[in-house]
């Protein structure tokens, strides 16, 4: 559905932009640049028509972009992947100890006699 989704709007985009270059100029920045020295005024008003066609496809476009992020799916479960994330979970560092070492602290019980001399 996603391909279709994108396909859609592919062919919609190519749409919008031969309507939009279909349209007359209506002077503007364009007449700076070497525009036509006979059109002083511009045109007034665009074909009704393709003034409608434009925001028509530019919504659809737009609603359909929008529509199209319900139906992508990735691939993988996690968005991110990296290599050095892969590596690191395969090295799993577990601590060695000796027979006489643990890993708690010493739990040696100090005679109530004795006393601290600072």
């Known amino acids: 559905m996603f391909t279709l989704l994108l396909s859609v ?5 190519v749409l919008l932009i031969l309507v939009i270059l279909g349209q007359n100029s209506k002077g503007g920045a364009g007449a700076a640049f070497g525009g036509s020295a006979t059109q002083i005024m511009g045109v007034t ?3 009704n028509v393709l003034e409608k066609a434009t925001w028509i496809l530019a919504i659809s476009i737009l609603g359909l972009a929008l529509a199209s992020s319900v139906f992508f799916t990735s691939g993988q479960p996690n968005q991110f992947s990296s290599p050095n994330i892969e590596t690191a ?3 799993v560092v577990a601590p060695a100890f000796g ?3 643990n890993a708690l602290p010493a739990t040696e019980a100090v005679p109530a006699d004795s006393t601290v001399k600072k």
Not at 9 to 13: E, H, S, T, Y
């Open 45 to 47: 008003r665009t074909g």
């Open 9 to 13: 709007i592919l062919v919609l985009a």
């Open 89 to 91: 979970k395969e090295q």
């Open 99 to 101: 027979d006489t070492q």
